[in-house]
Every structure is written in C-alpha cells, then in structure tokens.
T-cell receptor, first 110, second 114 residues
Framework: GENVEQHPSTLSVQEGDSAVIKCTYS??????FPWYKQELGKRPQLIID?????GEKKDQRIAVTLNKTAKHFSLHITETQPEDSAVYFC?????????FGAGTRLTVKP | GAGVSQSPSNKVTEKGKDVELRCDPI?????LYWYRQRLGQGLEFLIY????????KSGLPSDRFSAERTGESVSTLTIQRTQQEDSAVYLC????????????FGPGTRLTVL
C-alpha cells in the first residue's frame, strides 16, 4: 500500500519567515495530494491540494509543488504569521484511498 | 448543510469493556474513513469504506477492532476488550467518490480507557 513520509516533524520559524514541509510517497499511481491543517484541539481541515497533472499551485501565502518523477511534494508558506501555528499533514491518494504523513508541528514565533 | 458528526464526543471506559463509536457522514458521501490519533501524534489509518465494495481493513491494529457501515450511511467502530493503549481520539472522515477527494473530518471521539 501507499506509504507517505513527512519531514520535518517539528519546525519553528520567526514571524515573517517562510516555512517548507516536504513529503514523499511510494505509489506512483497516486494522483491527488492534499494538505491539511489541524489547530490544537480541532479537526483537520483542507488548506490546499494538488492534482497529479499539475506541478505547482498557489493560494495567497500558500503554495504546493509536486515532482511526480521523484515522488515528492512540498508545502511552502510565505510571510508566516502566528495563526499559521498548527500541525500540518500531507496525504497521497489513489482512487479515494488516502494515506497521511505523520504530520509537522509548525510554530511561528512572534 | 451538516458536516460529519460523531458520537459520543467523549467516552471514558474501564479496561476490558467494549465500546462503540458512531460516525454520521455527509449525506451523499460514498467514501468513509476511520483514523486514530494519539495525543500529539499523526493520523493513523484504520479502515476505509467505499460504497458497497469490501472495506479496506488493512489499518486495524488488532482483531479487537471492527467497523461496519450499511450502504452509504452511518458507520460504527467497535473496540472489544479495550486496553489503555486504545486511548486516543478517533476521527471519522467522509468524501465524495471522485478522482480528487477532499476528506471532511468529524470532531472526533476522545476515548479514555482507565
């Protein structure tokens, strides 16, 4: 089955700096790669996703890149703000079968 | 419309007892997932239902865990003879059937086994 690895497990940045979280996946047939944000005590919520036919997608301060050949994808957050502090999960999906990475705890210091 | 709901929100039980957790997916969502999240940890896949197909049970940690779903409606996750290591938040999510499927999560059930 699909195996998703996520790095780093924790990330601390200064407010205004950029944050990058990286994931790799094992199943080359995976075709959908969402990113979820989970704030403390809350449920995970989708923040951005990318499909396998696209190499990059951007939504305001958040961008995701996908390298299908290397089977890795990354989340980029620019101009980080304290409210970006949360746990971020990447995932890889094939035919609705989705597997999550272990998560990255991002802390943005004011 | 209503999102994914789960009940109970909190469950405290004694070691050895059985528990049943319920998930009501968003109406029309054919795919339903159960995850376990231990404190400060990631989302551990448990089981996945897709329409009337046989569920993917590959994530269930032991035969004490089982889940059912009737059609495209409610699902129940049952844990028999609970152990302290079963203590966690159990999250349910549902999605449409499509190539690109955003999962919508429920609020979770916090299970504490004493």
């Amino acid at each position: 089955g699909e195996n998703v690895e996520q790095h780093p497990s924790t990330l601390s940045v200064q407010e205004g700096d950029s944050a990058v979280i990286k994931c790799t996946y094992s199943d080359s047939a995976s075709n959908y790669f969402p990113w979820y944000k989970q704030e403390l005590g809350k449920r995970p919520q989708l923040i951005i996703d990318i499909r396998s036919n696209v190499g990059e997608k951007k939504d305001q301060r958040i961008a995701v890149t996908l390298n299908k050949t290397a089977k890795h994808f990354s989340l980029h957050i620019t101009e980080t703000q304290p409210e970006d502090s949360a746990v971020y999960f990447c995932a890889a999906s094939k035919n609705n079968d989705m597997r999550f990475g272990a998560g990255t705890r991002l802390t943005v210091k004011p | 419309g209503a999102g994914v709901s789960q009940s109970p929100s909190n469950k405290v039980t004694e070691k050895g007892k059985d528990v049943e957790l319920r998930c009501d997916p968003i109406s029309g969502h054919t795919a339903l997932y159960w995850y376990r999240q231990r404190l400060g940890q990631g989302l551990e896949f448990l089981i996945y239902f897709q329409g009337n197909s046989a569920p993917d049970k590959s994530g269930l940690p032991s035969d004490r865990f089982s889940a059912e779903r009737t059609g495209e409606s409610v699902s129940t996750l049952t844990i028999q003879r609970t152990q302290q290591e079963d203590s966690a938040v159990y999250l349910c999510a549902s999605s449409w059937t499509s190539l690109y499927n955003e999962q919508f999560f429920g609020p979770g059930t916090r299970l504490t086994v004493l």
